[in-house]
């Protein structure tokens, strides 16, 4: 089994910055890639950005240049720096991981979720 746990959500103020972190534990064969979503009320799960397992990554248009993620191999964790945030970045974000686990094939894991409020 497999759980993804966020952590680093909060309230900031516009221009401010936080730091997202995900940890994948369980029977890990092999992550393959780690990703953030975020989702807001009414709308569909949009991707932020992703990283693969030798460190490709790629971002949203509207993220580009503001927000970075990285990962620890070692530590099965994918980061999340959010800077000069905006108002619309208000959303949870999810970490997601594509993971193959050990006597299962490669599949998709999701976090629970943290809330990002950007605001004054």
């Known amino acids: 089994q497999v759980q993804l746990v966020e952590s680093g959500g909060g309230l900031v103020q516009p221009g401010g910055s936080l730091r997202l972190s995900c940890q994948a534990s369980g029977s890990i064969w092999s992550i393959y890639s780690m990703a953030w979503y975020c989702q807001v009320p009414g709308k569909q799960r949009e991707l932020v950005a992703t990283i693969t397992s030798l460190g490709s990554t790629n971002y949203a248009d509207s993220v580009k240049g503001r927000f970075t993620i990285s990962r620890d191999n070692g530590k099965n964790t994918v980061h999340l720096q959010m800077n000069s945030l905006k108002p619309e970045d208000t959303a949870v974000y999810y970490c997601?991981?594509?993971?193959?686990?050990?006597?299962?094939?490669?599949?998709?894991?999701w976090g629970q979720g943290t809330q990002v409020t950007v605001s004054s």
């Open positions: 997601n991981a594509n993971i193959r686990v050990l006597s299962a094939p490669r599949g998709d894991y």
